[in-house]
T-cell receptor
Framework: QKEVEQNSGPLSVPEGAIASLNCTYSDRVSQSFFWYRQYSGKSPELIMSIYSNGDKEDGRFTAQLNKASQYVSLLIRDSQPSDSATYLC????????FGAGTRLTVKP | GAVVSQHPSRVICKSGTSVKIECRSL??????MFWYRQFPKQSLMLMAT?????????EQGVEKDKFLINHASLTLSTLTVTSAHPEDSSFYICSARGTSGRSPYEQYFGPGTRLTVT
């Protein structure tokens, strides 16, 4: 089992819709969880971090964490074409482990 | 805050030569720096982790004599690709973690260096 698993997609949503990105992790002692956005040909950019169970909102982004289910998700409300990118889930135990990423396309 | 720079952004070199890539944390002290490699349409692959003043820890399968990493200060790490070959052509990305004033676990990425070996 991979340490961090994501649906590779591609995930396609219409402009204005909610995009839902999911991630599961295998190490129960993980305490820190992150979402990065990577545009094609660019390096990853940190967009959200979450450390405790529940929801954390930042603008159009909401991260959700459920440690009992070893599940973390990212919701993007009012999706825009500029949100089209690959979203990487990352989990920190002793070091950061990244999922393979989910490619999101927002169609105008 | 938490800005990481990389230089050069793009480099083309001939097979057999060496290339040095610099990674700098501009507004925080990076106690730990990471070097990743990413091939087209593939995920990030961690190559090595370096702590300031210590030898780098390499991931399995990464040749430490080929990919020389130096983390001499809290703001600078370098990756030298020695005797580069065309199969080393890739996107090399550094990231840094440290005293950014936020979580000590957050990693911030440099813009990456695209290496092409001809």
């Amino acid at each position: 089992q991979k340490e961090v698993e994501q649906n590779s997609g591609p995930l396609s949503v219409p402009e204005g819709a909610i995009a839902s990105l999911n991630c599961t992790y295998s190490d129960r002692v993980s305490q820190s969880f992150f979402w990065y956005r990577q545009y094609s040909g660019k390096s990853p950019e940190l967009i959200m971090s979450i450390y405790s169970n529940g929801d954390k909102e930042d603008g159009r982004f909401t991260a959700q964490l459920n440690k009992a289910s070893q599940y973390v998700s990212l919701l993007i409300r009012d999706s825009q074409p500029s949100d089209s990118a690959t979203y990487l889930c990352a989990v920190n135990v002793n070091d950061m482990r990244f999922g393979a990423g989910t490619r999101l396309t927002v169609k105008p | 805050g938490a800005v990481v720079s990389q230089h050069p952004s793009r480099v083309i070199c001939k097979s057999g030569t060496s290339v040095k890539i610099e990674c700098r944390s501009l507004d925080f002290q990076a106690t730990t720096m990471f070097w990743y490699r990413q091939f087209p349409k593939q995920s990030l692959m961690l190559m090595a982790t370096s702590n300031e003043g210590s030898k780098a820890t390499y991931e399995q399968g990464v040749e430490k004599d080929k990919f020389l990493i130096n983390h001499a200060s809290l703001t600078l790490s370098t990756l030298t690709v020695t005797s580069a070959h065309p199969e080393d052509s890739s996107f090399y990305i550094c990231s840094a973690r440290g005293t950014s004033g936020r979580s000590p676990y957050e990693q911030y990425f440099g813009p990456g260096t695209r290496l092409t070996v001809t």
